[in-house]
Structure formats: structure tokens, C-alpha cells
């Protein structure tokens, strides 16, 4: 903190457990990856190589090195486990992630259609070896999972080995547990609450509007993802009520009065 203020709420310390910040890489080069460490590393956890970029993503040696000197976890996009998988190339996906001393999967079934115990499985398998965050929702308009089906299997995704289980939204914020508007699917995430641990929850927030939403529904330290590069700052600052959206939300109540 560059200054003493009261009344901010207390942030988890790294390397933490919830609170999480997870950036999605959508391309950055090596030298902007670095910029980002400088910029933003003090507030993020986890770093997604989004959708299937790694496949073409330039030095991403480098670039896994650097995020990880800079204590950050990096790991491919859950797309990109299923690009492998569809392909009947489960063991040469496990085999990557050794090659690039990744100790962070996810495994998701958003893109393709996959029978939830080959799933399990796949969590299972991987679960020895590695950390393994898993996404439940699909990444196709139109496909509707029940709020209780969301719940069972998140449920059992964490049984089978999952650390983290994502509730999908995409990148756009308009699918899963958000509508089409960018609302939040509000049943479905009070369904979720009140049957998951909120600590094994990450939920994906693309949006300023989510993530407002989810720092007045479940505090300061609630999970986080799919946050822009240049939003990470700027998300600290909600979470800590630095910005006009959050700016009462964590102070006593003799100071609520000053609202407008």
C-alpha cells in the first residue's frame, strides 16, 4: 500500500488459497508478459493460456518461465485439453504438461460433448500428478445445464480430485451463469452457493458489472477469472472499495450516511 487508509478489507496473502485472481493470456509476448509481473503480478494467481493459444503462442517457454519466477501459476486453457482428448490423445496431452513443467491443468468438456464419468476419470488420472481445476457449462449457446446437475457435478469433480471447480461464462460473461445480457443467472448461482464450498469455487467474471456482483454477494476474497490483462489492477481496486462501485461496501456503518 503506497498509503494508510481505514476500514479496507483484509485481502489472503499469497500463495493463497481463495481470493484467487486468474488472468486469461490471450497472446502477450514475452516482453508483455514481464511488463504484466511488474505491473499486476502482486495481484494475480493464476494465468490462463486461453482457449488453445498455446499451440501457437510465440516463446511460451519463456513465457511459462516468467510467470512462474514471478510466483504465478500458468497453465493451458481447458480447450486445449479437449483438443487432445477428442483426438484420443489423453496420454500425449499428460505428456506436455510434463514437457513444460506445468504443475496446474484444467479439464473442461464445454467445446465437446464428453460422458461425465470419462470425465472423472480424466480428473482422476491427472489428479496424481498435478494440481487439476475443473470447468463445469458448456461454451455452446443454447445448451442449458439444470442448476442441480451443475451442483452434482461440481460435486463430484471436486471428490475426484479437482482443487477448484470454474463455473463457465466464456470470455464474452453471456453464457453458463451469466444470460445473454450479462446478468447473472442468479438461481443458478445461489443454487451453487448453497451447495458448494465458495472456496472451491472460481468463478469466471470477465465483466466489471460480474464482478461487482460477486464482491457484494460473497466478499473481497471471492474466486475470480477470466480477467483481462490490463483489469487486474483495476479489480483490486473493487475488491479493496476503491472504486466508486464498491466504495461502501466495506465501510462501517456510522460512514453509510454519506451516500448519495
Same mark, same amino acid.
Given at each position: 500500500?503506497?498509503?494508510?487508509?481505514?476500514?479496507?478489507?483484509?485481502?489472503?496473502?499469497?500463495?493463497?488459497?481463495e481470493g484467487l485472481t486468474m488472468m486469461m493470456d490471450k497472446g502477450l509476448s514475452a516482453k508483455e508478459a514481464e511488463?504484466?509481473?511488474?505491473?499486476?503480478?502482486?495481484?494475480?494467481?493464476?494465468?490462463?493460456?486461453?482457449?488453445?493459444?498455446?499451440?501457437?503462442?510465440?516463446e511460451l517457454k519463456k513465457k511459462?518461465?516468467?510467470?512462474?519466477?514471478?510466483?504465478?501459476?500458468?497453465?493451458f486453457g481447458g480447450t486445449l485439453f479437449e483438443l487432445f482428448y477428442i483426438r484420443g490423445r489423453f496420454d500425449d496431452y499428460r505428456r506436455l504438461v510434463n514437457k513444460y513443467k506445468l504443475d496446474l491443468v484444467e479439464i473442461s468438456d464445454g467445446s465437446m460433448a464428453?460422458?461425465?464419468?470419462?470425465?472423472?476419470?480424466?480428473?482422476?488420472?491427472?489428479?496424481?500428478?498435478?494440481?487439476? $481445476?475443473?470447468?463445469? !457449462?458448456?461454451? +455452446?449457446?443454447?445448451?442449458? @445445464?439444470?442448476?442441480?446437475?451443475?451442483?452434482?457435478?461440481?460435486?463430484?469433480?471436486?471428490?475426484?480430485?479437482?482443487?477448484?471447480?470454474?463455473?463457465?461464462?466464456?470470455?464474452?460473461?453471456?453464457?453458463?451463469i451469466y444470460n445473454e445480457d450479462g446478468s447473472a443467472n442468479k438461481e443458478l448461482i445461489c443454487d451453487i452457493i448453497n451447495h458448494i464450498s465458495t472456496d472451491k469455487v472460481l468463478w469466471e467474471a470477465p465483466n466489471k458489472s460480474q464482478q461487482v456482483y460477486f $464482491?457484494?454477494?460473497? !466478499?473481497?476474497? +471471492?474466486?475470480?477469472?477470466? @480477467?483481462?490483462?490490463?483489469e487486474i489492477v483495476s479489480l483490486e481496486a473493487l475488491r479493496l472499495g476503491l472504486r466508486g462501485d464498491t466504495f461502501f461496501d466495506f465501510l462501517p456503518e456510522n460512514l453509510q450516511g454519506f451516500k448519495q
Open positions: 500500500m503506497n498509503f494508510d487508509l481505514d476500514f479496507l478489507p483484509k485481502r489472503t496473502q499469497k500463495p493463497r488459497t511488463n504484466f509481473i511488474d505491473s499486476s503480478g502482486e495481484y494475480t494467481d493464476l494465468v490462463k493460456f486461453g482457449f488453445g493459444t498455446a499451440i501457437i503462442a510465440k511459462i518461465k516468467i510467470y512462474q519466477e514471478g510466483n504465478l501459476r500458468p497453465y464428453m460422458d461425465h464419468h470419462d470425465k472423472l476419470k480424466a480428473i482422476e488420472i491427472m489428479a496424481k500428478d498435478v494440481t487439476v $481445476i475443473s470447468e463445469v !457449462g458448456s461454451k +455452446v449457446k443454447g445448451v442449458e @445445464i439444470p442448476p442441480d446437475t451443475w451442483v452434482e457435478m461440481m460435486k463430484s469433480e471436486i471428490e475426484a480430485g479437482s482443487w477448484k471447480v470454474i463455473a463457465e461464462a466464456r470470455e464474452s460473461g453471456t453464457i453458463g $464482491i457484494k454477494l460473497l !466478499g473481497a476474497n +471471492v474466486n475470480l477469472g477470466n @480477467i483481462a490483462t490490463h
